[in-house]
């Protein structure tokens, strides 16, 4: 939950006698444990947030080297974590406070996953969020040593609360802050996202040629640019590389849009190979390691590109940056217009006079040799 949505946190502090009351019949403990056997981790988000988790496993696995690690997450962590060898067992399960659709069903799944986690003893469970489903959902299933942080004003339900103050900003200081608590993160060490491509991925994609990567896709409509400023982000593109290799990427979510920018980079440049890929989320990690300079929006891919040290530029519209923006030594985040809409914005109907006002007119910043 973060403290970012202002409203559940405080409806959350209205039950707060609620989760007093459940507390009372949770066990729990006050001593943390040192050497754990089984370390159970919650984040069930969406591919940015598993990106940002890659330190925090990293890092507990390598203060606890003789623990199983295993992590509650959706379908895509199994993808972030290839090659992660940390991670000993992934229970997937897509709830429905992160995919709103097929309610009933998803809501059944977590029954059944609750279910299957009680059947294991777990020394340490860790929920990132600071999500009070996911501390009611760690207590269902039987977990000891809940560490989380309490924005919801629940400390009864959690043995080990993560102390939070306005320093924290971006999610990855929140992963840190915890990695600082458990005593497993060196001092002043800067917490970097990490993706690992293993040597025959990078075999399998060695005849790839380098290239500018154009993948302008979210998965809310409101993170997606007009048509009109999309072309004038495409014309600014053709204009820094001439006789560029340029990869229009397939947007799952918008094939219309990534058919329109293949036929529009088609016309409008004769000098550059204009290529069209489509594939799954490995492929996409694999190839995307001949990439030279990636532009994206506010989504998975910009953080993707960031954990692979790629020339990053993130484009932000409605949403606000700071809290959630790749991480990464090469990025480069542009952001559009400030409006007051920003603050209420559902990213899904544009309430401003102006459709997405908030977008930036121009995406292209002054970089170093590349």
């Not at 946190?9 to 056997?37: D, H, M, N, T, Y």
């Not at 840190?176 to 293993?198: A, T």
């Not at 982000?233 to 820094?240: A, F, V």
């Not at 932000?316 to 209420?344: A, H, M, W």
Request: net charge positive; aromatic share 12%; glycine share 4%.
């Amino acid at each position: 939950m973060k403290p970012f949505n202002k409203k559940k946190v405080f409806v959350a502090r209205l039950l707060k006698p609620v989760w007093q009351l459940i507390g009372l019949f949770s066990k729990r403990s006050s001593v943390l444990q040192l050497s754990p056997e089984n370390i159970l981790i919650m984040d069930v988000h969406l591919i940015g947030d598993m990106i940002m988790l890659t330190p925090l496993v990293s890092a507990i696995h390598e203060k606890f080297p003789d623990a199983r690690i295993s992590l509650v997450a959706g379908p895509w962590a199994k993808t972030v974590f290839a090659n992660f060898p940390e991670i000993n067992t992934f229970y997937t399960i897509e709830v429905p406070w992160v995919k709103y659709d097929r309610i009933f069903y998803r809501y059944w799944n977590v029954w059944k996953m609750i279910i299957s986690l009680r059947k294991s003893t777990w020394d340490i469970a860790i929920d990132v969020r600071g999500d009070i489903r996911h501390t009611l959902f760690l207590r269902l299933s039987g977990v000891k040593n809940l560490v989380s942080y309490s924005f919801f004003e629940a400390d009864k339900l959690i043995d080990h609360v993560v102390p939070y103050d306005e320093t924290l900003v971006h999610l990855t200081d929140y992963n840190r802050r915890i990695c600082e608590y458990l005593n497993v993160w060196p001092s002043g060490k800067s917490y970097q996202p990490l993706l690992k491509v293993s040597a025959e991925e990078m075999r399998a994609v060695d005849s790839f040629p380098p290239y500018i990567g154009l993948h302008f896709g979210a998965s809310l409509p409101m993170k997606r640019p007009p048509v009109e400023r999309l072309q004038k982000w495409l014309d600014e593109i053709i204009h820094r590389y001439p006789g560029k290799v340029m990869v229009v990427f397939c947007l799952s979510e918008a094939p219309e849009t990534s058919d329109f920018i293949y036929q529009y980079l088609l016309e409008k440049t004769t000098e550059s190979k204009v290529m069209f890929w489509e594939g799954n989320l490995r492929d996409f990690i694999t190839v995307l390691t001949r990439c030279r300079h990636l532009f994206c929006l506010d989504s998975g891919p910009g953080h993707i590109a960031s954990a692979l040290s790629i020339q990053t530029t993130a484009i932000f519209g409605p949403t606000v940056p700071g809290k959630s923006y790749p991480i990464g030594v090469k990025t480069n985040i542009i952001e559009g217009r400030k409006l007051d809409c920003q603050q209420t914005c559902d990213q899904r109907k544009c309430t401003n006079l102006t459709d997405r006002a908030c977008m930036p007119e121009t995406i292209i910043a002054e970089y170093g040799s590349e």
